[in-house]
């Protein structure tokens, strides 16, 4: 039986408890469409007006697609149905050194609530043709926002259900 991770009676296990793991930070994004136009969030990031999906981190005990449907509502104030996985893109911030797996999702715009404060950072939602995308002063916060659009409008993404959550017992 292979060792578990943790295993006392692992010793290359045991080794790896005092070390420190390096980890990702998982985000998620939408890609949502309607009549033509994208739904883009312009948001002010050291100084920079950059545009950006919906997009942001996935929270403890939370599912992707919930965080998905979170980031957007928080961002935007549009309440969205997710109906398939995109892709799955990796990414380090030449800034921060950071390195981020987003996972991107399409989804429908079903309804907004105008009223919704916008989370901090976040300028304004923007519903753009790609043609305005390409054309905006503006640039992308990262590289992935404008292949996620470029992905979602050549490939058909892969069903919701390619995805499984399994909870942990309990609160995380």
Known sequence: MPAVLGDTTDGASQALRGQQVWRPRVTVACVI??????????????????????????????????????????????HVRPT????????????????YVRFAFTAIAESHDPDLPLDAGILRALWLEP?????????PR????????????????????????YPLAGSI
């Open 131 to 139: 043609s305005e995308i390409d054309g905006i002063a503006h640039k």
């Open 33 to 78: 469409e309607q009549s033509g136009k994208y739904l883009l969030v312009e948001e002010e990031i050291h100084n920079e007006r950059l545009l950006n999906q919906p997009a942001g981190h996935l929270e403890p005990g939370e599912s992707l697609i919930d965080a998905a449907v979170r980031e957007t509502l928080e961002e935007t104030g549009w």
């Open 84 to 99: 398939g996985l995109v892709g799955v893109y990796q990414w380090a911030s030449p800034h921060s050194r950071e390195q």
């Open 142 to 165: 990262s590289p992935m926002v404008l292949r996620n659009i470029a992905d979602a409008r050549c490939r058909t993404p892969l069903p919701l259900d390619t995805l499984h959550c």
